[in-house]
């Protein structure tokens, strides 16, 4: 099967897998952002294995269609570099576009950089506001 026939949008998502994938590579597991994360998405795209782990996860926040945020790209190691990721994310641009979203930002780190101009993104400055401790 392709990657692109696995990615799917809005698919039902347990309130655990997100985070176990998060952890799988490395990162925080986020537990208490789900399932109620998944209400404040524009949309939410994934692919299992053939076992039905959550493998590949990612999102698009709209908070104004005229702009929207992909966050949290996630394949999981044993699945990376087979062309999920990519799939992955040109689904949700597709769906962020159908919805009528004009631009998608992201942040990620510089040796992604290559992958997300696969993506279709272009290299910009930025920047990003955090509260104060």
Known sequence: MQADDRVLVNLPVLAHEVPDLRAAVGWDRADADYP???G???CW???RDADGRLVAF???AAPALSHGYLEDIIVHPAHQRRGLGLALVRRLLAEAAWAGVGVVSTTYRPEHRAFYER???R???GGAWTPPA
Do not use: S
């Open 40 to 42: 404040r998405l524009l």
């Open 119 to 121: 993506c279709g993104f």
């Open 123 to 125: 290299w910009c400055d």
């Open 58 to 60: 990612g999102y698009v």
């Open 45 to 47: 795209a994934g692919a």
């Open 36 to 38: 109620g994360l998944f």
